[in-house]
């Protein structure tokens, strides 16, 4: 018998876009794929954070924490006005009363207070933001170009063959001792890991896509091989639940149709 290890999904930036995680969830489920890692930011940004909560609860195996899910529990600072806007309104209704509170809120509160920094396994490590800093730092795509120290320091930090991430919403590949960052259309959406060189691999955003595809990003893992999935949704539906709600900047919505 050959050595055959079981997929695994990979999501990410999930932003409390219902439509989005629904058809990446039935994508996954559609592959075959049992075991789901989620890379956190499951809240901020989008109009349904508890359904969000409660979906990414029942189909994912391991959930990590964002920058997103920490500004809602303790602090927006520093975040975009854009940004802070949804992280508040999401702290509103997430937060259980202090009198008498709801059993769903207190459950959901405590599932997003638990939510760790990060993940590994035998062949990879997994965050939302860096080796580095786990919760909050970007590997930008420009990074191996113009920053070319903050990568050499990241790998130095990286204590597996590969590295998964998200965070920037930005997928594609960045290779140690490389210059380059290798977007999707340069891959063709397939990466072979090569056992001789380590990669942080950008699993992209489920719900908040930001490549100019408007369709959600994820990834399958065989051990081998990382597969870019594309997923339609209805980011119209997505986008007029966003318009029609005050409390999320409609920015938050508009560029859903853009991918960006
Ligand atoms: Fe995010």
Known sequence: ???IKEPIALISDVHAN????????????????RS?????????YGPDPEACIDLVDAACNVTLCGNHDYAV?????????????AVDY???????????PDPEAVRRWEWLGNLEPM??????????????????????????????????DIFSAMSKQIAFVGHTHFPGIIEEDSESFLMLSAIDNHYAIDPQRRAIINIGSVGQPRDRNPKSCYVIFDGVDVTYRRVEYDVERTTQKILANPDVHPASGLRLREGR
Request: aromatic residues 4%; proline residues 12%.
């Open 90 to 100: 999401h702290r509103h209704i997430l937060r259980p009363a202090p009198v008498n």
């Open 36 to 44: 789901v890692v989620n890379l956190g930011d499951t809240v901020g």
């Open 18 to 33: 219902l439509e989005a995680l629904t058809a990446v969830i039935d994508d996954i489920r559609g592959q075959g794929v």
């Open 73 to 85: 529990l303790y602090d927006s600072e520093g975040f975009n006005p854009i940004a802070q806007k």
């Open 119 to 152: 993940h590994e396994r035998p062949e990879f490590e997994a965050m939302h933001g860096s080796p580095r800093q786990p919760i909050t730092e970007y590997v930008l795509p420009s990074d191996p170009e113009m920053d070319p120290m903050k990568i050499a």
């Open 1 to 3: 018998m050959p050595d």
